[in-house]
Nanobody
């Protein structure tokens, strides 16, 4: 049984930093495309950052480029999202997901395994 669990969310002041973690059981993160998504109230879920199993050319949404960094530790079977320079518009529920491939398209429909999410709130 596959289980994906996010952690690391919280309340932070604008300009601050958070590091999200995602641990998986039942699948090896190193064998999958993995990504971070977010959903704010009243908005659709959007891709924040995705990375293929080969770790080549990670995708970042334009809104987070230069501020967020995706990485993974295959030995710990853990995915991370380092978020710096946080803005109030980054406030959302953040989800980790794994899928077979994403072919450069960091879209929720391409990912089949999801966690329950971790809340990030950025105060102005």
């Amino acid at each position: 049984q596959v289980q994906v669990v996010e952690s690391g969310g919280g309340l932070v002041q604008a300009g601050g930093s958070l590091r999200l973690s995602c641990t998986a059981s039942g699948l090896k993160i190193g064998d999958f495309a993995v990504g971070w998504f977010r959903q704010a109230p009243g908005k659709e879920r959007e891709g924040v950052s995705c990375i293929a199993w080969s770790d080549d050319n990670p995708y970042y949404a334009n809104s987070v480029k230069g501020r967020f960094t995706i990485s993974r530790d295959n030995a710990k079977n853990t995915l991370y999202l380092q978020m710096n320079g946080l803005k109030p518009e980054d406030t959302a529920m953040y989800y980790c997901a794994a899928g077979a491939d994403f072919s450069g398209r960091c879209e929720p429909l391409l990912f089949g395994y999801w966690g329950q999410g971790t809340q990030v709130t950025v105060a102005s």
